[in-house]
């Protein structure tokens, strides 16, 4: 059935849009002094608000060397303990980063962060590489969005990939995240797990989602910021792509995509890695 261009991105992109003046109040209100309200964090790796709440505690109670405090006793063990602690504490990643690795240890998020983040994974050169990518399959198969074959119709490809990519990721890690109180960023589950667990972790991150205190819940900011970007395009699409058929496909087209990057991130490194050993040998 074809839904008319007015129908498919106000009832999307809109109620996008009226989010911003709530998005713009947090960020202002937002505190660094202000304390964080941390729950119980799930399974998933690296709860931010529980690793600092015990890194905080356990630093209040004890003395460098990991005792109670004796007065000053034992200051050579305790040199060498914090030294030893030190070389095995993970690296702190700064809260604007949305590739948290298995090694690393990641903030809390104001609403400030969620919005640099979204700006920031916009215009990156992994999120620019895959515009040439998905506008040249769609030119190659003469796809959607249906511009034609000549040099002006990839172009056009083009420029309609970077729309479709850089709005989604506005919507879903800037806003969207920042309304619904989620953590925008993918944790990376490493070489402590199984190959098959990590892989099916990776592809349901665009369906499954944490909150800022780490507990599980369906990915809304995700799902509904893609749906956001995916109706915009009925704004620039060509004519014959502004339907509903075409509203759902961009909209599926566009999560699977994400899983596929969820992919790389959680194995790209391994695989460079890989074969930068091989290619020594």
Request: positive net charge; charged residues 15%.
């Amino acid at each position: 059935m074809t839904l008319p261009l007015s129908h498919l991105s106000c009832s999307l992109a809109l109620p996008l849009i009226c989010l911003c003046p709530l998005v713009a109040v947090q960020s202002a209100q937002a505190r660094p002094s202000e304390p964080v309200k941390i729950e119980t964090p799930s399974s998933l790796p690296d709860s931010p608000g529980a690793l600092l709440a015990a890194a905080e505690g356990f630093s209040s109670s004890m003395d460098d060397s990991g005792m109670p405090d004796s007065g000053g006793q034992g200051a050579t063990t305790s040199t060498n303990s914090t030294n030893s602690t030190n070389s095995t504490k993970k690296r702190m990643v700064l809260p604007r980063i949305k590739l948290v690795g298995s090694s690393q240890q990641a903030p809390p998020q104001r609403a400030r962060d969620k919005i640099e983040l979204g700006l920031r994974e916009s215009v990156t050169p992994y999120a620019m590489l895959g515009w040439p990518l998905s506008a040249g399959w769609s030119h190659l198969i003469n796809g959607s969005p249906n511009y034609g074959v000549n040099s002006e119709a990839f172009a056009q490809r083009l420029g309609a990939a970077a729309a479709l990519n850089s709005s989604k990721e506005i919507f879903s890690d800037g806003i969207l995240a920042t309304a619904f109180h989620q953590d925008p960023r993918y944790y990376q589950r490493g070489r402590s797990h199984k190959l098959i667990n990590r892989a099916v972790y990776a592809v349901t991150r665009p369906v499954i989602g944490r909150t800022d205190s780490g507990r599980t819940i369906p990915n809304y900011a995700f799902i509904l910021g893609t749906g956001g970007a995916a109706a915009l395009t009925q704004t620039y699409y060509p004519e014959r792509n502004v339907t509903g058929t075409q509203f759902a496909r961009t909209w599926i087209t566009s999560l699977g995509g994400s899983a596929f990057g969820s992919l790389v991130s959680e194995f790209g490194g391994e695989a460079i890695q890989w074969l930068r050993i091989s290619k020594g040998e």
